[in-house]
């Protein structure tokens, strides 16, 4: 148990306060320069929303963006006739993807509930495990819709509820799980569309589970990737460590301990 901080469970956090956004941006900009080599389920989850591409697209935005790697991927899916532009609010990830991907893209810092983008500027919207994070999700929705053109398309993974179930149980004090990300489910998002305009929405549920070692490998995956807004007198004692692993250690299935995550990937049109 040396290997892990004495600091509050890594987990996405309840938003807390005016400057909730600007600590999870500056979280992610942290776990930045060793995001891609521990995003493995992170690139995992994106198979299904890459699976739904068009043929065809000539300006494309990646939201939350992340180190570029997908960015890239696009860039060459769509060749040297489509414009790419990589977005995400944490510089750190961006300094990564400028460094690592270069010119492959046009790479911007901003919020994805105010998008320096211009209306109907944009044919296909892609985004991978991005959007939990806005706590505002219809003005998301309403700013893809802005910049989407008629006919244009939005490719969206995000998470739902009972997403990292067994690792806020392990973590609840002393009862109730610590305080997680309220996931949003299927219902919230469709409604959240239809009120921004989109005319066809199709929205597929999942589990994916993913297994572990040990508790200290379960938050360093979820550490690695940004994941780990810090919460005020989040700090832990031992006992605290030594009583997550045991209750971890109830659900241990013969590939490892396990994280499930409750992925929503969302087909919009506009």
């Excluded at 891609?36 to 963006?65: F, N, S, T, Y």
């Excluded at 690592?100 to 495990?129: M, Y």
Aim: glycine share 8%.
């Amino acid at each position: 148990m040396s290997t892990l901080p004495l600091t509050a469970p890594a987990t996405p956090l309840a938003p807390q306060g005016d400057d909730w956004q600007a600590r999870v941006a500056r979280a992610f900009s942290r776990a930045a320069p060793r995001y891609a080599e521990r995003a493995i389920a992170q690139r995992i989850m994106a198979e299904p929303l890459l699976a739904h591409l068009p043929e065809h697209a000539e300006r494309v935005l990646d939201l939350g963006c992340g180190p570029g790697e997908m960015t890239a991927s696009l860039a060459g899916h769509f060749g040297a006739g489509c414009t790419v532009i990589g977005l995400d609010r944490a510089p750190g990830m961006l300094e990564v993807a400028r460094h690592t991907h270069g010119e492959a893209a046009c790479w911007l810092c901003a919020d994805a509930a105010a998008l320096p983008l211009g209306d109907t500027s944009q044919d296909l919207v892609v985004s991978n495990l991005a959007i939990q994070w806005c706590p505002d999700l219809e003005a998301v929705m309403a700013e893809l819709r802005r910049v989407l053109r008629p006919g244009g398309r939005v490719l969206i993974n995000t998470l739902g509820p009972g997403t990292l179930a067994e690792v806020g149980q392990a973590w609840s004090r002393p009862d109730p799980p610590a305080g997680l990300l309220a996931f949003r489910d299927a219902a919230c998002h469709r409604r959240a569309a239809r009120a921004a305009g989109f005319h066809s929405l199709d929205c597929q549920e999942r589990a994916l589970r993913f297994h572990y070692p040990d508790l200290a490998a379960v938050m360093a995956s979820i550490k690695g990737i940004g994941a780990q807004p810090s919460r005020p007198g989040g700090r832990l004692a031992r006992a605290d460590l030594a009583r997550a692993a045991r209750r971890y250690e109830t659900w241990r299935e013969p590939e490892g301990l396990p994280v499930t995550y409750r992925l929503l990937t969302l087909n919009l049109e506009a």
